[in-house]
């Protein structure tokens, strides 16, 4: 029996899976790193700052 074909899919299998978990990991780094900064303060009073400046 030739394994070779079986073994390529499966790689090919596995590296597809790593690349979309990847890039799951990545999103959710950037949602963290977003949801950080939308909690300081700065951020809070510079949008405090445009509402009023949009509602002028």
């Known amino acids: 029996v030739q394994y ?3 073994c390529v899919v ?3 299998i596995g ?3 790593f690349v979309r978990v990847l890039g799951v990991l990545e999103a959710y780094r950037i949602l963290v790193e ?3 900064y ?6 809070k009073l510079k949008k ?3 509402e009023k400046v949009d509602n002028l």
């Open 48 to 50: 405090k700052m445009r």
């Open 10 to 12: 499966l790689i090919a």
């Open 4 to 6: 070779h074909p079986y």
């Open 38 to 43: 939308s909690n300081r303060l700065i951020f």
């Open 15 to 17: 590296v597809y899976l």
């Open 34 to 36: 977003n949801k950080e």
